[in-house]
């Protein structure tokens, strides 16, 4: 296919007040977010049963949110009819500057807060620190997708192949 296909999109976005150009950057985000959700979660929960360290525990935490970002990327690809090694590229160019900005920003937030590196699962101070620490990722995020999606990059890469 070819990017023509999103060009009502950016036209909209750029010029019109930025409505469907938000709107997409929003749900791009929430994708995201999902996959970055699923991974810290399961990181930090693999991490403390296993009784280890913040640094490593945060470490698999952030591979684990990349993984499950790219992995729902690439299920939504691969089932509109893409093959893998094409999915892995579209992945790759649609969601590692918007993963990377997030995971910086959930991370950050959750290294600052004051007890959240030392609080177990089973503190609310911890899922406190996460909730809004995801909530401010999304907040950061979102105009970064913006901007990459009035451009042709990022998720428009992926917003190619959902139609």
């Known amino acids: 296919m070819r990017h023509e296909a999103h060009d009502p999109h950016r036209a909209h ?16 985000t929430l994708h995201c ?4 959700a699923i991974g810290e979660i399961l990181g930090m929960v ?30 939504s690809v691969v089932g509109a009819g893409l093959g ?3 999915a892995v590229r579209v992945a790759l160019a649609a ?6 900005v997030m995971e910086l920003i959930d991370n950050g937030v959750i290294a600052l807060w004051p007890g ?3 609080s177990g699962l089973s503190d609310g101070t911890f899922w406190t620190a996460l909730a809004l620490s995801l909530v401010a990722a999304f907040l950061v ?9 009035g451009r042709g990059k990022g998720h428009a890469v992926v917003h190619r192949y959902h139609h």
């Open 84 to 86: 893998l090694r094409a």
């Open 33 to 36: 977010l999902t996959g970055c």
């Open 141 to 149: 995020t979102t105009p970064v997708n913006r901007w990459m999606i």
């Open 116 to 118: 959240a590196m030392d």
């Open 46 to 75: 693999i991490g403390t049963a296993l009784g280890w360290g913040n640094v490593p525990t945060m470490v698999l935490a952030i591979v684990l949110a990349f993984f499950f970002g790219y992995a729902l990327t690439l299920r």
């Open 95 to 100: 969601d590692t500057v918007s993963i990377a």
């Open 13 to 28: 976005g750029e010029e019109g007040g930025g409505g469907s150009t938000w709107t997409l950057a929003a749900r791009a």
